[in-house]
């Protein structure tokens, strides 16, 4: 009996290792307080925005073109900072939801469904053109509506997946599956549209993913669905924390599991899609970010939700400023800023959350 | 205050399968306010499964209900307010304080973005001292031992105000005094109006600490009743296989 009861306390040890904020440290001991974080999150924010609108290739010096060069960057800090906003806190709900620290839309193929739905959308403008449809919701409207669409089937998938099961392994390779899936398909929808030069060329763009060539019409479209993907994921923290405790425990405690897991992937599928109608597929950030904050202000949603919002802003608006920056014959896309930095942060909580439930 | 002396938790018939086993046959089961019952029987009778299905949080067939009023179609937050559920082991991994955690047993009476209430405070304080966890309140979930953890659970599940406790195994890894004063506080909440639902694999605690028992064995019933004829030398040996004496365990008693 003693044994067994030895046993279950090792295996709760264990097993506690590789889940949410428990290598952080305890949420009251050297918890930063919430004036202390903020004030230094919008100072890096405030380093970050300048340097962005006085780093490019453009000469600021020169009195005519000046002020074009400063409109351009202030779209592009704009575009960065929504954008990242909007990837990092879709990162924190999906990581709540899936109750895995490793779950990012990036990683689960949610960007990859995004930006599919994404052409998709764009397609059916060109084929219903000239209908009441395609008058009534111009293709700026189409393009994030598609994305919203796809982000979110994405998402649903993955859900009932995880249904059957509870295991990491199996979240993460469904994601891949789903990422490649989504990737073939776009490419169809890229070779269809090609009948087409125009529609061919806008897609590839929008494939490609950049903040560089942004207009002021994407970001206009897509902040309110940045605005209310924050507002709603906030409203939901509350549950999301309860949500750690496993989707029985939640439901014990008072909350309509149900209706939690549809809303959050509504929300997280809304963020991650006006991400992606912004600035393309961006990997990684909403991985980086909330693990970056975890240890400095605890696991709790509510707080961990509206700080990812302006660190993810802020990192990516960094990275946009790196891409201008290094030596590159030509400027690097952004997305290959942030998976440099991502892909082996990613590597490494695989691997230690996989030694620590071999090894204990 | 609960009604004393009310209905309490009635299970009618219940049938749960999982895939296409079936776990529990048409069971019957009831705990009134102010007693303590057991639910008993081997590894793998669904016990647990009959806990959860009174809860309402398995889906099954026949019907449940509380004080009257049919537990599977109420709202989570109703139903939580009423019935508290005390996992045998939570599935939260994360480093949240312990103070948080027991909060989490207040949801079901606050509002999304509602601050705690001197109220909540109050339930969280009080739920923490009789659970002997105020010490480490302030303390990560994760970094607690697997006792201390049923001990926080358990506080999650008073701070809640539910007056019907259904409890997993409540003193699986715990010490010998925590065990006796979690059964003494058990007693205490029931002779206050509660209705307190036990998974107990321990026949001397049945036997000692509730009022009347179900002896479940392969998902039915086999005895139900006052806990001392439901443990009676016939059924232990049907059930368990083996032969029951009486008189020489160790006794233990609260100072």
Redesign the interface.
């Known amino acids: 009996m003693q044994a067994t009861e030895q046993a279950r306390e090792l295996d709760v040890a264990r097993v506690g290792k590789t889940e949410l904020g428990s290598r952080e440290r305890p949420a009251a001991a050297g918890r930063l307080s919430p004036l202390a974080l903020y004030a230094g999150l919008l100072a890096l924010l405030a380093v970050v925005a300048l340097a962005s609108m006085l780093v490019g290739s453009g000469d600021l010096a020169d009195a005519r073109l000046s002020r074009t060069f400063l409109e351009l960057r202030a779209t592009r800090l704009a575009a960065a900072f929504l954008a990242g906003s909007a990837l990092a806190a879709a990162g924190v709900i999906v990581q709540g939801l899936f109750r895995n620290p490793l779950a990012e839309p990036s990683i689960l193929g949610t960007t990859a469904g995004a930006s599919l739905g994404g052409k998709i959308a764009m397609l059916l403008f060109q084929v219903l053109a000239g209908s009441a449809l395609a008058s009534t919701f111009g293709p700026e409207m189409m393009l994030p509506l598609g994305c919203v669409v796809g982000a979110c089937a994405a998402l649903a998938v993955l859900l009932m997946v995880q249904r059957t099961g509870d295991d990491v392994v199996v979240l993460l390779l469904t994601g891949f599956l789903l990422s490649s899936l989504f990737v073939a398909l776009g490419g169809l929808v890229t070779s269809l549209a090609m009948e087409r030069w125009e529609l061919a060329r806008a897609m590839l763009d929008f494939a490609l993913g950049d903040v560089s060539g942004v207009g002021i019409e994407r970001v206009v479209l897509a902040a309110p669905l940045v605005v209310f993907g924050l507002g709603a994921g906030y409203l939901w923290s509350p549950t999301l924390d309860l949500m750690l405790s496993g989707e029985e425990e939640a439901a014990a405690l008072g909350v309509e599991v149900r209706e939690v897991r549809i809303a959050c992937v509504l929300w997280a599928g809304i963020l991650t899609a006006a991400a992606v109608s912004i600035g393309g597929q961006v990997g990684f950030v909403g991985l980086i970010v909330p693990h970056a904050l975890r240890p400095l202000i605890g696991v709790s949603h509510r707080a961990l939700l509206p700080a990812a919002a302006v660190l993810g802003g802020t990192f990516v608006a960094a990275c946009d400023v790196l891409t201008r920056t290094l030596p590159t014959r030509a400027e690097m896309p952004l997305g290959v800023v942030t998976g440099l930095i991502g892909a082996p942060l990613f590597l490494v909580l695989l691997l230690r959350s996989r030694r620590e439930v071999t090894h204990g | 205050m609960a009604e004393s002396g009310g209905r309490g938790l009635v299970a009618r018939g219940i049938r749960v399968q999982h895939g296409r086993r079936p776990v529990l046959h048409g069971v019957d089961f009831e705990a009134r306010h102010g007693e303590i019952v057991a639910i008993l029987g081997p590894n793998g009778a669904g016990k647990s499964t009959l806990l959860?299905a009174a809860?309402g949080?398995l889906r099954c067939e026949g019907t449940v209900q509380l004080d009257g009023l049919d537990v599977a179609s109420m709202?989570?937050?109703e139903?939580?307010?009423r019935?508290?559920?005390v996992?045998q082991?939570?599935?939260?991994?994360?480093?949240?304080?312990v103070r948080?955690v027991v909060l989490?047993?207040r949801?079901?009476h606050?509002g999304?973005?509602s601050t705690p209430r001197e109220v909540d405070r109050a339930a969280v304080d009080g739920a923490l001292e009789k659970t002997d966890t105020a010490q480490f309140a302030?303390?990560?979930f994760?970094?607690l031992?697997?006792?201390e953890?049923r001990r926080v659970l358990l506080a999650?599940g008073l701070a809640?105000g539910a007056h019907t406790l259904c409890l997993d195994e409540p003193t699986?890894?715990l010490d010998v005094g925590h065990a006796l004063r979690l059964h003494a506080l058990l007693r205490e909440l029931a002779r206050g109006g509660y209705a307190v639902v036990l998974v107990l694999h321990s026949l001397d605690d049945a036997l000692q600490h509730t009022d009347r028992a179900l002896l479940l064995d392969s998902g039915r019933v086999v005895s139900s009743g006052p806990t001392r004829h439901v443990i009676a030398e016939e059924h232990v040996r049907d059930v368990y296989g083996v032969h029951m004496r009486r008189g020489d365990a160790l006794g233990f008693s609260l100072p």
């Open positions: 959860r809860c949080l709202p989570a937050r139903r939580a307010q019935i508290a559920f996992p082991q939570s599935a939260l991994r994360s480093a949240l304080p948080d989490q047993g949801f079901a606050r999304p973005l302030e303390r990560p994760t970094q031992s697997f006792g953890q999650r809640s699986a890894a």
